[in-house]
């Protein structure tokens, strides 16, 4: 078994290394079914039993612990740094379950400002392709696989397309110009000069197609308003009839008799631009997609096709739900995607801003119906950009995303240009933290409504263990469930119950790991993956206990559906229960 092999390596190593390693280094070791004194040095037999490949990992877990130098050992068990502070901090139970996305700009995108946001529990970064140079991208990119490798973070990368909007590209000055009341301005997609007044260049050439006397062009859903009174080849002549801000970069939509238009002749979902981004992405091995301004599936289904035959690695593709239409055909989009991202900035352009609670509730549930991993994104903490403490209002509005069991909480502007970046998502960190050990006190969970997933007789089985498991573990009070996941399916199957203990998740598949970094009460472990599921348990237990993650009296639920070793072509997927004795 590939295992052992390793493990001889290590131990041979270690002996080597250290002549004098005595018995004060001696592992006392307290497993799940027997009990072994190992000293490091001792000659260790290989067979196939499993108490010489566990007395090689005692050896070898005690041995990275005292010199750093083993790092291989720290990858038998998979744990990032961070997870693995925190557990032995706070205990299983302490562990946050709402996962952290962080925009990174500008004002966070050193080596050091990043490293402090990985150790602050950023679990996804966001780079928004909107904005900045694809150097300054891959530049970024590299350094969060470079604190990934070096420094044992595990931090997603997501990149954001820029998608198609109609926007802003030139208004005639810097930063924002007021637009008057009764102002007349032209609406153009030509170049001018800055010194033309009163004219704002548009991004998409057909943007007045299809556009009347008379209809309403509202600037960034509200922020100014303004009435078409004339149209001269494809530009537009308006007349400001609610006074406000033009920001750079502001957002256009045009209205008619209170019902948003202009839908049918906007540009593809994916630009050229776009596409220029997505193979940047798949170049740089990203692993989430984020699409914006999606309409329908087929965009979605499109990208994943490009994606699977031009990409060496699973890349996840999340559809942002941020217009009227993608809010129409909000299931399909959600089946068909990997995720969702409720992208609260351009959807309260496109809807009135009090249906915005009510529609992200219903994202929510819709998408732990389906077993989507969900993203509430867009001003949660809006005026830590400038201020380091957050409005009541803004902790109210973290704790409900948090209520409501999204899988994730984004930040943008906080920590892409704020002043107080790191404070912002420690204040996400709490916020989550002390709703989520709420709901659990109070026992507010709500039971997830039944919604058989699966076609086949396996996935249908896979998913009712997932059931299962969870209700035990509610009702028994486990502190643990561990799942051994390939492709991470039972861990998500096990997330969408929002179990009260942490789910670890081991795999052996890298791309895993790093999409389920999204999915809500996950810490997903890379580890070997053997073939005897006996054996991987025994491993990873004893990997943890020897760590001192796990005390005595603890109960662990453990999950699998991996093919036994026998390689009869047959699913092996149980619940067992493990008391740490
Ligand atoms: N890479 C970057 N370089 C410069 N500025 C950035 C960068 N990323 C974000 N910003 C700034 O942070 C602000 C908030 O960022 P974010 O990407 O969340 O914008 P958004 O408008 O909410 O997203 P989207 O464009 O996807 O709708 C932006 O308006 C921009 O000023
Ligand atoms: C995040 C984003 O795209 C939005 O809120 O519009
Ligand atoms: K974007
Ligand atoms: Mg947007």
Redesign the pocket.
Known sequence: MAVMGDSALICSQIIAKNPDFNSKNRVIHDAISFRRVCFSGEKLRFRKGRVGVRAVMEVGAEERESTGVLKSLEGSLGFDVVSASELKKKGFLGLRKTKLVCTIGPACCSLDDLEKLALGGMNVARLNMCHNTIEWHRNVIRKIKKLNEEKGFCVSVMIDTEGSQINVVDHGAPSSVKAEDGSIWSFTTENFECSRPFTVQANYEGFAEGIKVGDELVIDGGMATFEVIEKIGNDLLCKCTDPGLLLPRAKLSFWRDGILVGKNYEPPTLSTKDWTDIKFGISEGVDFIAM?FVKDADAIKHLKNYISTNSSKSIKVLA?I?SLESLHKLEEIVIASDGI?I?????GVEIPLEQIPTVQEKIVHVCRKLNKPVIV??QLLESMIEYPTPTRAEVADVSEAVRQYADALML?GESAIGSFGQKALSVLEMTSSRMELWSREENRQSVLQQHLLGVSLPDQIAEQICNCAVEMANKLGMDAIFVYTKHGEMASLLSRNRPNSPIFAFTNDDSTRMALNLQWGVTPLLTDLSDDMEFNIAKTVDLIITKGMVKQGDVVLVVSDIIPISAIPTLFQSIQVKTIV
């Open positions: 914006s942002k941020e991202m992208a609260r900035g351009d959807l994104a867009s943008s």
